[in-house]
């Protein structure tokens, strides 16, 4: 039985969180757009379940690839909704598991704009180890991203696992120390960090949507330049 959690956070968005091979778990998003149609931040696998839900909102047309590691599940995708435009980053480029992309961070110019930047801003982070992309939904005021930033325990995609394991007491979150530490040496490119952090921190959300972890329902800015702070103090 599949154990995804599908709830709808707020008007016209999503989530679809699980399990996971490590007690991170993981989360895929869907967005309504209002100009028309469904944007995705594919990374669990498309079980009937969440297929059907994702059906119910419209027609997908367009599939987000986080960063250089969620891509396990696109190829699902992309033969679920094969006419969305699929975009990634530079480095899923030439990687033979993945699909065709569309678009890809990093690969094209910056400023490249693929179709719902009216209501999704992007940022991609080069500087990070990870290729990370964040993106803003607009009207909900929400941040959706993959590695950037984790708030584990992942209570909510444990909640249909009957035995959890042991390390789902791991308490790791924007404020910890070690998250701090760990962000700080993923960021290879310290002044591209700073660049990037700062864009984030401008954008006017509340909420973050985490692949790993539960979702921040509120005070997310304060959670990222928690977060952020060794990036952003110095700016």
Known sequence: MPDTVIRKITENVWTFSRSGLVPFGGRSTAIKLGTGGVWVLASTPLDDETKAKIDELGDVKY?????????LFLNDFKKAYPKAKFI????????PKCPKFDGAYGADAP?????????????????????????????SKS????????NLPANEQYAKV???????????????????????????????MKRDARIVAAWDFDRII??????IETNGKEAWCALYKDFLHEL
């Open 162 to 192: 009957a035995s959890k394991p042991w390390l789902l007491r791991l308490s790791l979150g924007p404020t910890s120390w070690l998250h701090q530490k760990i962000i700080s040496n993923l960021g290879k490119n310290k002044e591209e």
């Open 210 to 215: 985490p692949c790993h972890g539960d979702v």
């Open 111 to 139: 400023g490249t704009k693929y179709g719902f930047e009216e209501e999704i801003q992007s940022c991609y982070f080069s500087g990070f180890e990870n290729k990370d992309v964040a993106f803003h939904h607009i009207p």
């Open 63 to 71: 599939v987000a690839a986080a960063d250089a590691l969620h891509y």
């Open 143 to 150: 941040l959706i991203e993959a590695d950037l930033l984790l």
């Open 88 to 95: 990634g980053v530079e480095a899923l480029l030439s990687n």
